[in-house]
């Protein structure tokens, strides 16, 4: 089992970045693939990028791709997704999730563990 903590939220204009961190206890962390996800108020919860367990691969949406990139580091056990050229509509609370099983990648009921949720607000 491995616990998640999401950081890194906050407000920020539009047009702006955020780096956001994920840090995991537990069983070893390069046993996982790793995503985010994020639900805007009274909206579905949305794949945003997902890494494979090497970080060799990563998965965006086409509403982030060119934007956002996923990294990790396996030695301190926390993924990192990086938000640039931020827009209004990227408003939602981020999770961070970890999955072991084979599956879709952007299929959020394939990821077996979650954190709590960070917030990111942004203003335009």
């Known amino acids: 089992q491995v616990q998640l903590v999401e950081s890194g939220g906050g407000l920020v204009q539009a047009g702006g970045s955020l780096r956001l961190s994920c840090a995991a206890s537990?069983?070893?962390?390069?046993?996982?693939?790793m995503g985010w996800f994020r639900q805007a108020p009274g909206k579905e919860r949305e794949f945003v990028a997902a890494?494979?367990?090497?970080?060799?691969?990563?998965y965006y949406p086409d509403s982030v791709k060119g934007r956002f990139t996923i990294s990790r580091d396996n030695a301190k056990a926390t993924v990192y997704p990086q938000m640039n050229s931020l827009k209004p509509e990227d408003t939602a609370v981020y999770y961070c999730a970890a999955r072991t099983v084979l599956g879709m990648i952007g299929a959020g009921s394939f990821y077996q563990y979650w954190g709590q949720g960070t917030q990111v607000t942004v203003s335009s």
């Open positions: 890494i494979s367990r090497s970080g060799d691969s990563t």
């Open positions: 537990g069983r070893t962390f390069s046993s996982y693939t």
